[in-house]
């Protein structure tokens, strides 16, 4: 996977614009699918972690996530991952 921009198609500002729209749609897409795919990986763990006696949220884990996605991201990051936990809380 590249992290380089595709090259525009056309040099037409309306149609670089619908290009670039197009891409972000297709990567909101994907994003979703990525997000839907971590809940229900988070739900399998917390399933395992319930019946094996545990709790279902690792609070240090949860905090390990936080400072990853804030030293990427800085501070919308950090509300990116509240988000992401919040989403992946409790669906068990």
Not at 17 to 33: G, M, N
Not at 50 to 63: A, F, K
């Amino acid at each position: 996977m590249s992290s380089t921009p595709a090259a525009p198609r056309t040099t037409d500002p309306g149609a670089v614009v619908a290009d670039a729209r197009e891409r972000i749609d297709d990567l909101d897409a994907r994003i979703i699918a990525l997000v839907r795919e971590r809940m229900a990986v988070s739900a399998g763990i917390q399933r395992a972690r319930i019946e094996s006696g545990g709790r279902r949220v690792h609070l240090s884990r949860e905090m390990d996530i936080l400072r990853r996605y804030s030293e990427q991201l800085g501070r919308p990051g950090t509300a990116l991952a509240m988000t992401l936990l919040e989403l992946c809380r409790g669906r068990v």
